[in-house]
C-alpha cells in the first residue's frame, strides 16, 4: 500500500499537467467521461454519486458538471489535493475524502443513488472481498453500482502483448518498476507498482457475496484510450495492433441490491 501511494502521488504530479488528461480542455467545458462511462451510468442529473479512486477528480467532475451530486475519494493525498485545486478552477461543486476506499466507512457515513468505479480500479487490490464490502455499503436500497474496467485478459499479456506472460486468476501480486506513465513518456522513476489479476468470476462472485445482484454485464473489443504503446486509433476506439477485433480489451456492468 504504502509503494503504490507513492507511485500514484507521482503519478498524479505528472498527471494534472500531461496533454493526455487535458486539464485546459476540461476547464473550457470538455467532460472526460468516455462512451462506455457514461453509457453505464445513464442519467446522473440530481442524483447522489459516490466515485471510488477518483485519481484527481476530472470524472468526478464531468458527473458535477452533469448535475450531479458527487463526491470523490482516492488514497493519494496529491491527487485530492489537486481534485480540489481543479474543483475551485472549474467552480464546480463536488466533495473529495482522502482516504483509502477499503476504510471508507470510518470517514464517511452516507448512502448514495450510484457507486461508480471506473477502469485502472480493481488491479490495486489484493482482496476484492473487502472492496465489494465497501461498495455495498454505500449503496441505498434501490442504488446501482456503475462500473467499467480494463479485461482480465488484457492484464495477461506481456508489455508489448506478444506473449500471455501472467495469470488470469488472482495469484502472487505483479510487481513493476514504472520508469514512466502512459500519459506522459517522459516522465522518469515514478515507482514500484503492486498489482492483481482478478478473474470475472472472482469478481462477480465478491459483488453477489455482498448482495448484489447483476443486472448487465457487457465485453468489448477495443478501450476507450491508448494505455498501450501499441495501440490504433479507429473512430475513437483503441486497438492493439495486430489483434483487432480477437480480444476483449475492457468490460462493464450494473449491479444493484438484493431486496
Known sequence: ????????????RVHFHSKFYDVPGFLKGKSSLNPIDLQVLGDVRGKSVLHLQCHF??????LARMGAVVTGVDFSEV???KARELKEASRLDARFIHCDVNH?????????????????????????GNWARIV??????????????????????????????????????????NEKSYADPESKNL???????????????????????????????????????????????????????????TYSLTAIKKA
Not at 57 to 62: A, N, R, V
Request: with cysteine.
Open 1 to 12: 500500500m504504502r509503494s503504490n501511494r507513492e507511485l500514484w502521488n507521482n503519478l498524479a
Open 57 to 62: 477528480g476530472k470524472d468526478t467532475l464531468s
Open 79 to 81: 491527487a485530492i489535493e
Open 104 to 128: 471508507l466507512d470510518e470517514s464517511l457515513d452516507k448512502k448514495f443513488d450510484i457507486v461508480y468505479a471506473s477502469f485502472g480500479v480493481i488491479g490495486w487490490h489484493s482482496d476484492l
Open 136 to 177: 455495498s455499503r454505500f449503496m441505498k436500497k434501490k442504488g446501482k453500482f456503475c462500473f467499467a474496467e480494463f479485461h482480465p485478459v488484457l492484464w495477461m499479456l506481456s508489455d508489448d502483448h506478444s506473449k500471455i506472460e501472467y495469470s488470469y486468476f488472482k495469484s502472487d501480486p505483479i510487481v513493476g518498476e
Open 191 to 249: 515507482g514500484t507498482s503492486h498489482c492483481w489479476n482478478h478473474s470475472l468470476g472472482e469478481l462477480f462472485g465478491a459483488l453477489e457475496s455482498h448482495g448484489l445482484i447483476i443486472k448487465d454485464f457487457k465485453e468489448y473489443d477495443f478501450s476507450p484510450y491508448a494505455t498501450f504503446p501499441d495501440a490504433i486509433e479507429k473512430n475513437g476506439r483503441y486497438y492493439i495492433k495486430g489483434l483487432e477485433h480477437k480480444l476483449p480489451l
